[in-house]
């Protein structure tokens, strides 16, 4: 029988959901039904790869029914599209968040929070990178996955750029220029994550650090010693 929608006193949207004979029908934010897909669905990612996600694998791996999934994303297609959207929001809103400086008004300060973002344990799982590189892999092939990346990553670069430009100017450094180090400090970053990936015996968590570390003290020995 098909669970419906309901609101509850908030007006938050929740469904019904059946539980065993005697038990209380549990009610849960529609909200949280999402989520708890799109998370099932990371794990089906890094454990068999973006081509082999099924609707079937995820709601398996959820607990959850074909009919729920439906309900919420109405085809796998949409349902792998919201979850690359929530990847790249994580990762590129943490990482903004930093940049803006709303919580950490000292460059140097920041600049530190941000290299600790990039390189913690949070980003650096290896099921979230897995995820991350596997949908970068097919946005070439799949323009949809291309303009969701493309943008998140233009407008991560574009805050990059601008807290460069400030450091820059707050210590007066010469030759020094803003957009070339933000294209170069990135793509070093996402090396590190590939690296960290693919050959963790190789490169250690630290020694990443280190390296991201020593390029922006190369750049801005005033701000980071």
């Known amino acids: 029988m098909k669970s419906e929608g309901m609101s509850d006193a908030s007006g938050v949207m929740t469904e019904e959901v059946p539980q065993a004979i005697g038990k209380r029908r549990q009610i849960r934010p529609r909200a949280e039904r999402r989520q ?33 999934a439906n ?40 600049l530190d929070a941000l290299l600790d973002f990039q390189l913690g344990r949070g980003v650096t799982q290896r099921q979230k990178m897995s995820v991350w590189f596997a949908y970068y892999g097919e946005a070439g092939a799949r323009p949809v996955y291309q303009k969701i990346v493309s943008t998140v990553d233009r407008l991560a670069a574009q805050k990059l750029e601008t807290l460069f430009e400030a450091i820059i100017a707050e210590a007066h450094y010469e030759g020094v220029d803003a957009k070339e180090l933000a294209t170069g400090y990135s793509a070093l970053i996402d090396g590190l994550h590939l690296g960290l990936l693919v050959t963790p015996k190789e490169l250690s968590k630290r020694r ?6 020593d390029f922006l003290r190369r750049a801005f020995p005033k701000h980071i010693h």
């Not at 998370?39 to 079937?56: E, N, P, W």
């Not at 990762?91 to 920041?110: K, P």
């Not at 990443?208 to 570390?213: D, E, G, H, K, L």
């Open 36 to 68: 708890q897909l799109i998370d099932a669905t990371i794990r089906c990612i890094a454990q068999h790869g973006l081509s082999k996600v099924t609707m079937q694998m995820v709601t398996s791996e959820a607990g959850l029914s074909v009919g729920i």
């Open 71 to 110: 309900l919420h994303f109405q085809s796998k297609d949409n349902l792998l599209r919201e979850t690359l959207r929530f990847v790249a929001e994580e990762y590129h809103g943490g990482q903004i968040q930093i940049m803006e400086g709303a919580a950490i008004t000292d460059l140097g300060e920041r």
């Open 208 to 213: 990443a650090r280190a390296v991201a570390r």
